[in-house]
């Protein structure tokens, strides 16, 4: 009788904490709710200004289109220069980021004792909290000056200190993302692979770093995905002069830097040019997510391997 | 207890040849013994068992006679462990070479995330073996009884066996490197008992060709595939002798408790 009593509903007490429960599960699901909606709105404001952007220029103009001159007639709305302009930062940026991030965290994670360990992880995500526009300074005062000396031909305003430093900062994201991943291969894979007589550089390369790969490269996306979205400090460093040049000597611009260039400027809301923000802020949505869904793909992956 | 002297009788008892030869050997982790003055014989082509309860220093024992314990930080090893008569916790001794002769075989099967095949292979592999590695694969999977179950899905992942066949794969391929010594810890523990039959038979078959030495919890186990039996107990050496004088007649009172499961 006295347990009935008490899980009676109607009983006052129960009342009181049920509404308060779903009071707070309320909140719980709202507060989630404010950045699923935001997303929403963002991804339909995207789409809504594309749209407009599209009735007037022909999709194909657009992405397969050679010059950039949305703001001096005669206009031209061809996307590759800026396109290529963010691949040449992002290109150069992994091709200093991955090897110096892979090593780092091969050294970490097998050859680093867990002193040096817990010194060198707090740097490396001390690196990855530096805001980027210092990064971007770090480039026009100190980066560009230096390469100058060894290409004296390079402009103020160039790729390859733009790429250099979007590569410095995404490299603690890889070092400490490839960290994880081999880390979590288990002691004993590495225990049989010593156990048939391997060295630890055979462990490494042959049995941990190949267990990890899905986690390693997932990192490698991750970073290249930041690169591919950095603003601050590559339009600082690399400049704004849309341009289609095979040498990393001359100042290019990305598509995260006309972003900027346009929400800067005195461009009025709802001309063509207003527009193209959106166009281009699109193409750069869809990179980017394309790139973060492979690359939860390959983490998954790697889960479920040591999962069971 | 007066375990040091456990070891003597024994060496007279066959005539058989000792591939280790363990002297006073002490094993502390930062400080803390984990084993204590252990001394005892590894007798050629016979199968030795090393039980005892949990925690009482037989796999950090059994770690030692492959220097698997170099990878624990702050480990100190004092005493003498000689293999063919040469002291193998010297400095000078490379222990990725010690390794390739003696195997081993670990409580979980842990085969690599590749196909079957590279299992085998990948020992062999790297320490440049010339043969043939088809051969070489092939022979090891019969000596491991897993060849009839495995020889059409070479290019499967191991991943893909069941733990039984796994752990065979696991001994296949500890066996591939010709070792003179096999190392197993408790490597039934994780089987169902079926699978576990299965790897006694084969630790029997196997040591007509190998020198095997096994930690088990399993007392029924040690008693069925073991010619000789190491009662461990804190640390510490309490007997050893042939399995049937530890199983039907030990000297020590802790050990016929033990085997008698009166505790443990």
Redesign the interface.
């Known amino acids: 009788m006295k347990i009935a009593m008490t899980l009676n509903k109607s009983n006052g007490k129960n009342t009181r904490s049920t509404w308060l429960e779903k009071l707070i599960v309320g909140t719980l699901a709202g507060c989630t709710l404010i950045s699923v909606i935001t997303t929403v709105v963002i991804i339909l404001m995207l789409g809504k200004e594309s749209a407009v952007f599209f009735t007037q220029i022909p999709f194909l103009d657009f992405i397969l289109g050679t010059r950039w001159v949305p703001l001096l007639e005669p206009t031209s709305y061809g996307v590759l220069p800026l396109v290529w302009g963010t691949l040449l930062i992002t290109f150069g940026a992994s091709l200093i980021a991955i090897p110096i991030g892979l090593c780092s965290a091969i050294y970490l994670s097998e050859y680093a004792?867990?002193r040096m360990r817990s010194i060198v992880k707090p740097i490396l995500e001390l690196l990855a909290g530096i805001p980027t526009v210092v990064y971007g300074y770090f480039a026009l005062t100190f980066v560009t000056p230096l390469l100058k000396t060894i290409f004296p031909s390079i402009q103020v305003f160039n790729a390859l200190s733009g790429a250099i430093v979007v590569g410095i900062m995404i490299l603690p994201m890889i070092a400490t993302l490839s960290d994880n991943a081999l880390s979590a291969v288990?002691r004993?894979?590495?225990?049989?692979?010593?156990?048939?007589?391997?060295?630890s550089f055979?462990v490494t390369t042959?049995?941990v770093v190949?267990?990890a790969l899905s986690g390693v490269m997932s990192s490698f996306l991750l970073a290249i995905s930041r690169a591919i979205g950095e603003t601050m400090a590559v339009t600082l460093a690399a400049g704004a002069t849309p341009n289609m040049s095979l040498t990393f000597l001359e100042s290019i611009q990305t598509m995260t830097a006309f972003i900027v260039q346009i929400s800067l400027g005195d461009t009025p809301a709802g001309g063509i040019a207003y527009q193209t923000l959106f166009a281009v802020a699109s193409l750069l949505f869809l990179i980017t997510l394309v790139l973060n869904i492979i690359s939860q793909w390959l983490m998954n992956r790697y889960r479920e391997?040591y999962d069971e | 207890m007066t375990s040091e002297s456990k070891t003597t009788p024994i060496a007279n008892y066959h005539g058989s040849e000792s591939v280790l030869e363990l002297r006073d050997v002490s094993i502390c982790y930062s400080g803390n013994p984990a084993v204590q003055n252990v001394s005892l014989n590894i007798f050629k082509y016979n199968v030795t068992s090393i039980i005892g309860p949990s925690g009482c220093g037989k796999s950090t024992l059994l770690r030692s006679l492959?220097r698997?314990n170099d990878?624990i930080?702050d480990v100190t090893i004092e005493g003498s462990i000689k293999f063919d008569g040469v002291e193998l916790t010297g400095k000078e001794i490379d222990p990725?070479?010690l390794?390739?002769r003696v195997?081993?075989v670990?409580q979980?099967p842990?085969?690599?995330?590749?196909s079957i095949y590279k299992n085998i292979a990948?020992?062999p592999g790297?320490?440049g073996y010339e043969g043939s590695m088809d051969d070489l694969v092939e022979h090891s999977l019969v000596q491991a009884a897993l060849w009839d179950e495995v020889k059409d899905r070479l290019q499967d992942s191991a991943?893909s066996l069941s733990g039984g066949q796994q752990q065979r794969l696991?001994i296949a391929?500890?066996l591939a490197?010709a070792p003179d010594v096999l190392l197993m810890d408790e490597p039934c523990s994780a089987l169902d008992p079926i699978s576990t039959s299965r790897i006694e038979d084969l630790i029997f078959a196997l040591k007509s060709k190998y020198t095997i030495v096994i930690v088990t919890h399993n007392m029924q186990q040690a008693a069925r595939i073991s010619d000789y039996t190491a009662f461990m107990e804190s640390g510490k050496l309490v007997e050893f002798d042939i399995t049937n004088q530890i199983f039907t007649n030990p000297t020590e009172k802790r050990t016929e408790e033990y085997v008698t499961g009166r505790f443990g």
């Open positions: 004792s867990s288990p004993s894979l590495r225990e049989g692979a010593y156990a048939l007589g391997a060295t055979e042959k049995v190949p267990a391997v | 492959n698997m990878f930080a990725v070479l390794r390739r195997g081993m670990f979980k842990n085969p690599f995330p590749k990948w020992g790297i320490n991943l696991c391929r500890a490197m």
